[in-house]
């Protein structure tokens, strides 16, 4: 991370704070430095807590945004940070926009989503951002075979923007794995970004993002995740047994000052 730029640690999982997101994506672009974005939230930190390799996917990866409302309100209430959430597919889009902006020829590519949705969104970027190079798109659901053709394509052309949509921790893993491929690109886990821009589904009205509910709506479109929803309360509760904790170190440590205190006091009379 550049200067200015710091990381705070979540249940053991960093997140990097900083003003400009896009921005410092489009310095590591210009100067050729391979970067894995993670777009961190409340079940992703506790699927981490149960899968140390996960945890150390995230741990290694360049770049880790508040995506969740359940990590911005812990970076918030216990670490008194002045952040703004920024979901990943709003990341996403504000840096295909820049690519747009100032034509920088980078090559994107689209890999992941059910058969069609990812070239689908490739064509919808392409109408809204005619200068944008795409390089190809993959479906997320393929064969062995396909994949190992996959990866060859990959690193035949080079692309320097790489949008992973396989979902949590999948996608983590894969780009974990296959980064090499391309070391100078940057790697983003998009989710189900595909499924929105392809119109195959609907993001959250804005004032249910703004009221940290977001999750809600999309338990609403897809109710089989209710199990996976059952991370928000996890999430909770391991921070209000943090917070307790730390109020905890706090007290002992004044109780120590004030000891060493009183007796430095004493000793010198």
Not at 35 to 60: C, D, G, P, S, Y
Request: charged share 15%.
């Amino acid at each position: 991370m550049s200067s200015g730029n710091q990381a705070f640690s979540v249940l053991g999982i960093p997140v990097h704070v900083m003003a400009n997101y896009p921005g410092w994506l489009l310095e590591c672009l210009h100067a050729g430095r391979g970067t894995h974005v993670v777009t961190l939230n409340a079940e992703m930190t506790m699927q981490a807590e149960r899968n140390q390799f996960l945890a150390q996917v995230i741990k290694n990866a360049e770049l880790v945004i508040p995506d969740g409302a359940g990590v911005v309100l812990y970076l918030r209430w216990l670490l008194w940070q002045k952040v703004q959430r920024f979901p990943g597919i709003e990341l996403a889009e504000k840096l295909l926009q820049e690519l747009g902006q100032q034509k920088t020829g980078a090559k994107v590519f689209f890999y992941g989503g059910a058969p069609g949705v990812a070239s689908i969104a490739a064509e919808f970027w392409q109408q809204q951002i005619p200068d944008l190079s795409i390089a190809g798109t993959h479906s997320g659901y393929h064969s062995p075979e396909e994949e190992a053709r996959l990866r060859q394509t990959l690193a035949q052309l080079r692309p320097q923007v790489i949008f992973v949509g396989l979902g949590v921790p999948r996608q983590e893993l894969w780009i974990a794995e296959n980064r090499h491929l391309c070391p100078q690109a940057i790697w983003i886990g998009v989710g189900g970004s595909f499924d929105i821009w392809s119109g195959t589904k609907t993001r959250a009205p804005a004032w249910l993002g703004n009221n940290n509910l977001e999750w809600l709506y999309r338990l609403y479109q897809e109710p089989w995740r209710w199990r996976r929803m059952l991370a928000l309360p996890a999430f909770a509760g391991k921070a209000f047994v943090y917070r307790l904790t730390a109020r905890g170190a706090i007290i002992t440590f004044l109780v120590c000052m004030q000891y060493t205190l009183t007796s430095l006091q004493t000793s010198l009379l």
